[in-house]
């Protein structure tokens, strides 16, 4: 199946069939009971395929919101027979009665600290000190300016932008080559910004398709907390490695540039016209 979906959106067609619809009902009782991440990942391309089709109006209707499982179930052991009651009340009359025994009671604050639950680790970005950039009023900005985008939000990111506290980057897709049906790279590119969730809370993106044929280019800029690419972003979302990753200086002008257009979208984009654009906030 993984090697099916690898040139295939779908499984039959180009659109979802009763097929795709029998195949995402069964998937989703692995993916939520029984699938982990550490799992599936080993299937790149029936993860991609099953989050795009949960994800649809009409599958959500009915599915919901679709959560991973994050452990396997333990295995019951089978439990032994009870005894037939005759038997039991032979063994009673038998053997006369003992007195369960006491454990000394646990003194209360040790008690107390058993039961107490354990907080989560934090994440290694939420100790880093403050930055006087604030994601969200970024994200607000960006999402409530209708007009003047030049003028309003771009001037407004880089008053904003803390380059101590964040550090942009540009993506370039290592098999561009590959990019010769349009929808299949518009879902490829719409699985990552999917398996990116995970980051959500510290990152901002834009992704690029580029191109009036194919193969298309697709190109990204990823805004991140903290001076590199954070580490458990590399790890966990495996699409990371299908990218070269550079660092932006924007003491230089033309990266700095670069960088404005890729966040209003500009059009044409490095010479080309855009296929479409897709915003991570």
Request: glycine share 4%; hydrophobic share 35%.
């Amino acid at each position: 199946m993984n090697t099916h979906l690898a040139s295939n959106t779908y499984l039959v067609g180009h659109s979802v069939t009763l097929a795709d619809i029998i195949m995402t009902c069964n998937l989703s009782i692995g993916f939520t009971r029984v699938m982990t991440k550490s799992f599936t990942s080993e299937f790149p391309h029936v993860e991609r395929y099953f989050w795009t089709i949960v994800n649809q109006p009409n599958f959500k209707k009915v599915l919901g919101e679709v959560k991973q499982t994050d452990s396997v179930p333990a295995v019951q052991s089978a439990k032994k027979p009870a005894p037939a009651k005759e038997a039991v009340k032979s063994k009673a009359k038998e053997e006369p009665k003992k007195e369960a025994k006491k454990e000394p009671a646990k003194p209360k604050a040790e008690a107390e600290e058993e039961e107490a639950p354990k907080p989560k680790p934090k994440n290694a970005l939420d100790l880093l000190p403050p930055s006087k950039m604030i994601l969200d009023d970024w994200k607000r900005l960006y999402s409530n300016t209708k007009t003047n985008f030049r003028e309003v939000a771009i001037k407004g990111f880089w008053d904003m932008y803390d380059p101590e506290g964040y550090s942009l980057w540009f993506c370039d897709y290592k098999y561009n080559d590959e990019n010769t049906v349009s929808f299949v790279t518009l879902n490829k590119v719409g699985g990552f910004l999917q398996r990116m969730d995970l980051a959500r809370k510290y990152a901002f993106g834009k992704m690029l398709i580029i191109g009036a044929n194919s193969p298309y280019k697709v190109k990204g800029l990823w805004l991140f907390r903290g001076p590199e690419i954070p580490e458990f972003v590399m790890q966990e979302c495996y699409d990371m490695e299908l990218y070269e990753w550079t660092k932006v200086d924007i003491s230089d002008e033309n990266q700095k540039e670069r960088v404005s257009q890729m966040i209003e979208d500009q059009e044409p984009f490095e010479g080309e016209p855009l296929l479409d654009a897709k915003c991570f906030k």
